[in-house]
């Protein structure tokens, strides 16, 4: 997205008469939400953040901006930062403010989070500065872009149960569900990830975790839903978004109460990318150009049949409620 200038000073406290809506991406990692979110990017008032939840952490790790800028020098995610740390984006606030977050809002705080209502006053005095802060981090990125939706793939369900508690914001959730076979060997599988000045491998990562993770992930979404607007939220499979690309993001779009004047969808299967300020994601996130979306099936022959029946048993209530067979032939997973 252009950057415009802001009508404004950007101050933390800084509140809009117009509500910004943001769209919360949930569910596990490997399903689609990085893609989905730098399509959504494209059309004009949207702006692609990626997972904003890192944003503090990826300063301290001076990690790239999708953009190719280290975080700290990026045209967006730099102003912003040095709006809460100063002129030199102090590391040292930034390890305050990743501490509140760690303390606040992991995995296990979403139940708690989830029993506080819209317009409660926030307590300890920890998770309301860190809610400021974040509500203020949208804000801001809104001043600069020009943006009235953006995107946070965070994915995380207790930073959701927090988004929906912030003040001024419109919240909606699209909960994006894969096979959970396929999640676990896409994890295995090692990669280069580009977003260090020496780039690092990321995957490798063990079935077994990769399944708690899921499992957990997918709980904490479908209890964040629950306690949301039925007509602000969705659930959408990466099997049938990768199947119907084009139609899954209208249907985001017309959730959101919106409607694009233009597309960057070249055909039903291919889009047309450009470059997004994603704080962090899959490393899909630096590609730009025509892109066809397309499911990928490596996983029916690369996982392990001892995986994948592992990933099968500790799954199984949930690999039927999201209409997964067991079963699994040459094409990938099947519907029941």
């Given at each position: ?24 991406l ?16 494209e ?19 001076e ?13 967006v ?12 984006c ?10 509140l ?37 949208y ?19 207790s ?99 919106e ?69 699994v ?8």
């Amino acid at each position: 997205m252009t950057l415009v200038a802001p009508s404004r000073q950007i101050t933390p406290d800084h509140r809009e008469a117009s509500r910004l809506k943001v769209l919360y991406l949930l569910g596990s990692s490997r399903t689609g939400s990085t893609v989905l979110d730098n399509i959504l990017g494209e059309f004009d008032g949207f702006f692609s953040a990626g997972e904003v939840r890192f944003l503090w952490r990826r300063l301290l790790e001076e990690r790239r901006c999708g953009c190719g800028q280290p975080i700290g020098d990026c045209e967006v995610w730099g102003p912003i930062l040095r709006m809460f740390l100063g002129s030199s984006c102090d590391h040292v606030e930034a390890g305050r403010i990743v501490e509140l977050q760690r303390k606040h809002v992991r995995t296990h705080h979403t139940l708690r989070l989830l029993r506080r209502k819209p317009g409660d006053s926030l307590s300890p005095p920890g998770l309301a500065h860190y809610a400021e802060l974040t509500a203020a981090v949208y804000r801001g990125v809104a001043d600069l872009t020009g943006a009235r939706v953006i995107i946070d793939s965070s994915k995380r369900p207790s930073d959701g149960a927090l988004l929906r508690l912030l003040p001024g914001i419109e919240t909606y959730f699209v909960h994006l569900v894969r096979d959970p076979r396929a999640v676990a060997y896409s994890r295995q599988r090692k990669k280069l990830n580009p977003d260090r000045e020496i780039p690092a491998t990321m995957g490798g990562k063990n079935p077994v975790l990769c399944t708690f993770q899921w499992v957990v992930g997918n709980m904490g979404a479908n209890a964040l839903r629950r306690m949301h607007r039925n007509d602000r939220t969705m659930v959408i499979r990466y099997e049938d978004f990768t199947r119907n690309p084009r139609s899954s993001v209208e249907k985001i779009t017309e959730m959101l109460g919106e409607r694009p004047q233009s597309t960057p969808f070249l055909d039903d299967h291919t889009v047309q990318l450009g470059v997004h300020h994603t704080v962090s994601g899959n490393p899909i996130r630096f590609d730009t150009g025509p892109t066809e979306l397309r499911e990928d099936t490596r996983w029916v022959e690369g996982l392990s049949a001892r995986d994948r029946w592992t990933v099968t048993l500790m799954t199984l209530p949930q690999l039927l409620h999201y209409r997964y067979s067991p079963r699994v032939n040459a094409t990938g997973s099947q519907r029941n």
